[in-house]
Every structure is written in structure tokens, then in C-alpha cells.
């Protein structure tokens, strides 16, 4: 079974800093996806990010981007110039690629970000 | 295009009584997702529907949980003599041919059974 692993429970970053996020997961599989999702307070869990593992360049959205180390099985997430409106629960989540439709997902348990003004 | 949404977005409900949520998925999103949130963890999936087919219902926390998704459109999650133990978020995610990678979330549901 997979598991992923975030072990810091809350970050706080200065507002334009950069914050790094970290993740680790495991896994036997060679084939699979990994995600960062956006929790903000009350509202609705949002995709940031998503890496595929078969490609070795790192996905890069905007302001956010991933360090994904496959051998190491590590994915964090880097955001840089930190807004207020970035404060939320983050969330690294693994997929299983399998044809014809994938896993569903395998969350870690989160990271609070709080960005300060 | 609306996003997933679901019904009621709180429910309070006395231990032992029936609840059941409804979960409408975005429209030609042919596969939808239940999963659990408790406070401070990630979701945990519960189960998953491809069309009106259930796929996967192992992780059905007992046999007191129950979904359904009669015509392939929205789903509904049941639970049956509720438990304090059951008091969570309950989201629904909903995705389609070819891109089952990008998961659409819903705002969920969440219980509280006191």
C-alpha cells in the first residue's frame, strides 16, 4: 500500500517570501501521479499541481512549483512571492497509474500555511 | 460549467439516526468519488463509481456505510445508526475519460452526530 508522509503540521511564511513544503511518499510502483491540493478555510479542496513520475522535469504552475526526487521519493512544493490569499491546509497526494483509470488518490495529512502580512 | 457539488453542506444529526448526502458531479464527468475527512488528516477514500457501477466499496468504513449512483449522474452516501465516531467531512470528487488524474472536489458535507 502507498503511503505519504508530510511532516511539517504548520508553516508560516512572510507575505512575498518563498515557502518549501515537504512531502515524502512510498511506493513499489514505477508508474504514478502526485498532486499538491489547496484546502483554504471553509472552502473547497483545489488541485495546485500535478506531477507525473515518468517525467523527470519538475512541474512548475505559476508561482508554484515541485522538487520531485523519484529515487529519493520526495515532492515538495515550492511557492514563491507568498500572498495572503495562499494561506490554507496543503495537501501531497499520490495516484497509481493503471490503465484504463487510475487510482483514487492517497492524501498525506496536510500542511497549514499561514502567510503573514 | 458548475463544479461538484453536494448536499447539505452541514448536517447535525442524534447517534443512532440515519443521514444520507447527495453528491452531484460535474456534468459528462462519468466517474465520482467518495472520500472521508476527519479533523487534522487528509481525505481517506471511501468508494468510487465508473458510470453507475461501483468499483471499489472495500473501504467502506462498515457495513453501516452505503452509496449509490442509480443513473450515472449524482451519487448519494449513506449512513445508517450513525456513531459519534462518524462526525466528518465527507467530500465527493468527480473526474472523466481521459484526464482521470484531475479530480474535481466538491465542498462537502460535514456531520456531526451528537
Known amino acids: 500500500a502507498q503511503t505519504v508522509t508530510q511532516s511539517q503540521p504548520e508553516m508560516s511564511v512572510q507575505e512575498a517570501e518563498t515557502v518549501t513544503l515537504s512531502c515524502t511518499y512510498d511506493t513499489s510502483e514505477n508508474n504514478y501521479y502526485l498532486f499538491w491540493y489547496k484546502q483554504p478555510p471553509s472552502r473547497q479542496m483545489i488541485l495546485v499541481i500535478r506531477?507525473?513520475?515518468?517525467?523527470?522535469q519538475n512541474a512548475t504552475e505559476n508561482r508554484f512549483s515541485v522538487n520531485f526526487q523519484k529515487a529519493a521519493k520526495s515532492f515538495s512544493l515550492k511557492i514563491s512571492d507568498s500572498q495572503l490569499g495562499d494561506t490554507a491546509m496543503y495537501f501531497c497526494?499520490?495516484?497509481?497509474?493503471?490503465?484504463?483509470?487510475?487510482?483514487?488518490?492517497?492524501f498525506g495529512k496536510g500542511t497549514r500555511l499561514s502567510v503573514i502580512a | 460549467d458548475t463544479g461538484v457539488s453536494q448536499d447539505p453542506r452541514h448536517k447535525i444529526t442524534k447517534r443512532g439516526q440515519n443521514v444520507t448526502f447527495r453528491c452531484d458531479p460535474i456534468?459528462?464527468?462519468?466517474?465520482l468519488y467518495w472520500y472521508r475527512q476527519t479533523l487534522g488528516q487528509g481525505p481517506e477514500f471511501l468508494t468510487y463509481f465508473q458510470n453507475e457501477a461501483q468499483l471499489e466499496k472495500s473501504r467502506l468504513l462498515s457495513d453501516r456505510f452505503s452509496a449509490e449512483r442509480p443513473k450515472g449522474s449524482f451519487s448519494t452516501l449513506e449512513i445508517q445508526r450513525t456513531e459519534q465516531g462518524d462526525s466528518a467531512m465527507y467530500l465527493c470528487?468527480?473526474?472523466?475519460?481521459?484526464?482521470?488524474?484531475?479530480?474535481?472536489f466538491g465542498p462537502g458535507t460535514r456531520l456531526t452526530v451528537t
Open positions: 506531477q507525473e513520475a515518468y517525467k523527470q
Open positions: 456534468s459528462e464527468h462519468n466517474r
Open positions: 497526494a499520490f495516484m497509481k497509474h493503471v490503465y484504463p483509470g487510475n487510482t483514487p488518490l492517497v
Open positions: 470528487a468527480s473526474t472523466r475519460e481521459p484526464f482521470f488524474n484531475e479530480q474535481y
